[in-house]
Each structure stands twice: as structure tokens, then as C-alpha cells.
């Protein structure tokens, strides 16, 4: 089983829609964790950090569940320009982050 | 600079050459991260270095492949007799401190022929 682990999507949705992406780690030791946003061909560049009482920047809203392992990002409103690909990362006690797969996202005119 | 710097942008290499791959973290980051991502994949660990200090070199794919961070500044991966299963864009990313949010570099393109 792989450390992180993202639904790949990908996700085709309307202009003004909402969209969730989860994304689950194995390790329950895990001490914090990320949302990063990739354009084709760029480096992938943070998001939002994901705070145990959950965080909202806007339209991303993002939450954390230790309890089942895992971390949600909510997007409300969608604009065109939030297509990309949506990594999750994950921090191991001793700072060794971890990514999952990636969650590709399209909005539609 | 004020981000993440590496280089060469893009490298083609023969089989079997070695190639070196730089990277510049953001001064004054503590923690430096080396990734590598294949098309349509996420990026894949391959070690971390917390100042000089190597502290996990577990994604390392084989023997061939070796990184440095001497003065706890600048990186090197080293990647020995390329294959071509090397090729893919490697990611360098860098720190301020442990569990801190981590900042890439625009990624070296190695492509082995």
C-alpha cells in the first residue's frame, strides 16, 4: 500500500461547481500535511496548509481527519483557471514528505 | 535568488553516461528535499537532508543514484551508467524547518537516449 493515496480522477466539472478531493496516509504518525497545485510541465507549488481544526482560504477549504487518516480539499465556485492536477503531501516525524499521485482537475466553460 | 534554483533546466544524456544535477535551496532552509516524477505520476521521494546531514536516502532507486548536500547549502544528484528508466523530471524542494511547508524548484528534465 502506498504511503499517500489519491483518487486520480480525473474530475470534469462546470464552471461554479463544487468539487472534493480526499486523499489518505497509512502512517498514523504522520505530523502534518499539505495541498499542493501542479500545471502541466511546471513544479508543483503550495496550496494551503491542512490545520487539525480544518482551513478555508477563500473558495479551498481544506480538513484534516486523523481519526480515519485522511485529508479533504474543497473547492467551491469553480474557475477555469483551478484546472490542474491537486497533490496531497504528507510529513513523517522526521520531515520526509510524501505525495500522492496527483488528482487531475478539469473545469468546463 | 528568492526560490528554489536548479540546473541544468534540461539534460539529454547517452546510456551508460553519468550526469549531475544541481540544486539551489532557498538560503537560510534547513531541510532539502530531491523528488523525481514521471509523466502523470506524483513525485516520488527519493531522500532528504536536514542541513549536511542525510537523514533518509530509502527512495534512492539503486546504487547508481547519490546525492550530496556538503555544506548544507547547495545539492548534487549524481546518477551513475544512466538507464533509460531514468528518464523523468527531478524535483528539488527546500524547507525553513521540520514540518514546515516545502518550496520546489522548476525541476531538472533528464532524458536518457
Known amino acids: 500500500r502506498k504511503e499517500v493515496e489519491q483518487d486520480p480522477g480525473p474530475f470534469n466539472v462546470p464552471e461554479g461547481a463544487t468539487v472534493a478531493f480526499n486523499c489518505t496516509y497509512s502512517?498514523?504518525?504522520?505530523?502534518?500535511f499539505f495541498w499542493y497545485r501542479q500545471d502541466c510541465r511546471k513544479e508543483p507549488k503550495l496550496l494551503m496548509s491542512v490545520y487539525s481544526s480544518g482551513n478555508e482560504d477563500g473558495r479551498f477549504t481544506a480538513q484534516l481527519n486523523r481519526a480515519s487518516q485522511y485529508i479533504s480539499l474543497l473547492i467551491r465556485d469553480s474557475k477555469l483557471s483551478d484546472s490542474a492536477t491537486y497533490l496531497c503531501?504528507?510529513?513523517?516525524?522526521?520531515?520526509?514528505?510524501?505525495f500522492g499521485a496527483g488528482t487531475r482537475l478539469t473545469v468546463k466553460p | 535568488g528568492a526560490g528554489v534554483s536548479q540546473s541544468p533546466r534540461y539534460k539529454v544524456a547517452k546510456r551508460g553516461q553519468d550526469v549531475a544535477l544541481r540544486c539551489d535551496p532557498i538560503?537560510?532552509?534547513?531541510?532539502l528535499f530531491w523528488y523525481q516524477q514521471a509523466l502523470g505520476q506524483g513525485p516520488e521521494f527519493l531522500t532528504y537532508?536536514?542541513?549536511?546531514?542525510?537523514?533518509?536516502k530509502s527512495g534512492l532507486p539503486s546504487d547508481r543514484f547519490f546525492a550530496e548536500r556538503p555544506e548544507g547549502s547547495v545539492s548534487t544528484l549524481k546518477i551513475q551508467r544512466t538507464q533509460q528508466e531514468d528518464s523523468a523530471v527531478y524535483l528539488c524542494a527546500s524547507s525553513f524547518s521540520v514540518n514546515t511547508e516545502a518550496f520546489f524548484g522548476q525541476g531538472t528534465r533528464l532524458t536518457v537516449v
Open positions: 502512517n498514523s504518525a504522520s505530523q502534518s
Open positions: 537532508f536536514q542541513n549536511e546531514a542525510q537523514l533518509d
Open positions: 503531501a504528507v510529513n513523517k516525524q522526521v520531515n520526509d514528505m510524501r
Open positions: 538560503s537560510g532552509h534547513v531541510s
